[in-house]
């Protein structure tokens, strides 16, 4: 009887597992999946996104190396892309060490810097937008908008992600250097371990898979820039804030080149596919070193 029980137990935990499994598995590929690979078929045509099309084999993905806007997008995006991580990854961990030390109302603070995270990419650019189009100059009494130069455009786009992206990467360093034991700085402390030398040979060491983890996500978070571009520049002006993301979607939609850009869309997953992991190894090799 305790083995037909056990048996029964064990086949709905399986129902049960199944149950859950298969829905969730249809749609990771009917959203997923499928598209990846219908994507990447499409690469080798010459489609539009409608009508006929015909089979080009690879001058699509030769095209990409020669087309002057293509590239320009690509140097434009990891521009973006390496300030962003940077920028996020350093104000992030001076906010946690911040957050971290006795100070007053901790945990409210906490609370308040993950609020952008909480917000919409759209609804954040457009405020934004607003800010950088209408109320700065309007304090300044000027007609000069950022937005509106195609030499520092890029600039205001950086803010904003780093505003954004700050919160989560925050919370990730907080949790790394609360996972610090207090009797290590106070070994350190009764070595003479003070300021720099504290934080460069006690704290870094220790939260280095924090750092890998934030710098591995914010760069292929930054890589994608999209919703921002969209609310706040749409590419401009004179096409100089067009991300890779923008420039696929833009022109592979609505521009008639939905086989070219496919070609770019494939390309640019294994560009990031390849950087994540480049960054992931050379950050480990840092973790051995430290």
Do not use: H
């Not at 930054?222 to 890779?244: N, R, W, Y």
């Amino acid at each position: 009887m305790a083995t037909l029980a056990k048996g029964k137990v064990g086949t709905n935990r399986m129902r049960t597992f199944y149950a859950i499994l298969i829905p969730v598995l249809i749609l990771f590929v009917a959203f997923n999946t499928y598209p990846l690979i219908t994507g990447f078929l499409y690469s080798f045509t010459d489609s539009k996104g409608y009508g006929a099309f015909n089979i080009v084999g690879l001058q699509n993905y030769a095209d990409l190396f020669t087309d002057t806007r293509v590239l320009n997008s690509y140097l434009f995006t990891f521009k973006v892309a390496v300030i962003s991580t940077i920028l996020t990854n350093v104000f992030s961990l001076i906010l946690a060490m911040a957050l971290s030390s006795k100070i007053k109302f901790k945990s409210a603070l906490r609370g308040l810097f993950f609020v952008p995270q909480i917000l919409g990419a759209l609804v954040v650019g457009y405020v934004f937008q607003f800010l950088f189009t209408w109320l700065i100059p309007a304090l300044f009494n000027t007609d000069y908008t950022i937005l509106g130069d195609p030499t520092w455009a890029w600039v205001a786009i950086v803010v904003v992600l780093v505003w954004q992206s700050c919160a989560q990467t925050t919370i990730i360093y907080i949790t790394g250097l609360s996972s610090v034991p207090e009797d290590v700085y106070e070994a350190a402390a009764l070595d003479g371990a003070k300021g720099w030398n504290k934080f460069r040979y006690i704290t870094l060491p220790l939260i280095m898979p924090s750092i890998t983890t934030n710098m591995v996500l914010v760069m292929k978070n930054m890589l994608m820039v999209f919703d921002q571009i969209i609310a706040m520049t749409s590419g401009g002006p004179s096409q100089s804030t067009e991300s890779i993301s923008f420039l696929i979607y833009n022109n592979g939609l609505s521009g008639g080149q939905f086989g070219f850009q496919c070609a770019n869309a494939v390309i640019f997953f294994i560009l990031i596919a390849a950087i994540s992991v480049i960054q992931t190894r050379f950050l480990n090799s840092r973790e051995e070193q430290l």
